[in-house]
């Protein structure tokens, strides 16, 4: 999980993903590990599309002004990254 208080862009790149999905989740609590996830929509750096989750690498860009915690889930996946999948998370603060 992510802390992105006080954030309000994240930037996810996925590298290693043949076959299955990446879902995008966020929650508003202070603490990621006693709480409830819900899907959020992030949006694909290629064709613009808003979606709850991703089936191939690349980069998608998502919104988390007013969310406490956002993580990147992954659901049977299959790896071609030399048995390697990674979800990197880039934080960008407004400015002013």
Known sequence: ????????????????LSTGTIQWEATLAMEPTTT?????RATDANTGV????AAADGISTLDVRGFGFVRARATTV?????GRLDVYGLRQSETT
């Open 1 to 16: 999980a992510l802390n992105v208080r006080g954030y309000s862009v994240v930037g996810f790149q996925i590298v290693g």
């Open 36 to 40: 409830t996830w819900i899907a959020v």
């Open 78 to 82: 299959s790896i071609v990254n030399n």
């Open 50 to 53: 808003a979606a709850t989750s």
